[in-house]
């Protein structure tokens, strides 16, 4: 199971780090990854971990985004910085055992899914 928090509502500049932590299974060599729908939009890849922890961001978020993974706490992190109105989307956590390294950005490549945490950004 995945539980994502950290959400909320933040002026356009600011910034805010989402958590999910994993219980019931490590997560210690899954790939995982964050992705975000906004409304009336596809969920998309925001930025992931593969397995041999090679790490990779949406070109939107690359230079004020930084994805990280806490194996000790079983956690994963995505630090958001510089936010604007475009980023407002909810925001799902994902992880899976054999997700491979090309299909980090396929949502449908993971097994376990957060329920969500509503990020929105006021302009």
């Known amino acids: 199971q995945l539980q994502a928090s950290g959400g909320g509502l933040v002026q356009a500049g600011g910034s805010l780090r989402l958590s999910c932590a994993a219980s019931g299974r490590t997560i210690n060599r899954h790939a995982v990854a964050w992705f975000r729908q906004a409304p009336g939009m596809e969920r998309k890849f925001v930025a992931g971990?593969?397995?041999?922890?090679?790490?990779f961001y949406t070109d939107s978020v690359k230079g004020r985004t930084t994805i990280s993974k806490d194996n000790a706490r079983n956690t994963v992190y995505l630090q958001m910085n510089s936010l604007g109105p475009e980023d407002t989307a909810v925001y799902y956590c994902?992880?899976?055992?054999?997700?491979?390294?090309?299909?980090?950005?396929?949502?449908?490549?993971?097994?376990?899914w957060g329920q969500g945490t509503q990020v929105t950004v006021s302009s």
């Open positions: 971990i593969n397995r041999s922890g090679g790490i």
């Open positions: 994902t992880a899976g055992s054999s997700v491979i390294s090309s299909n980090l950005a396929n949502q449908d490549a993971y097994a376990y």
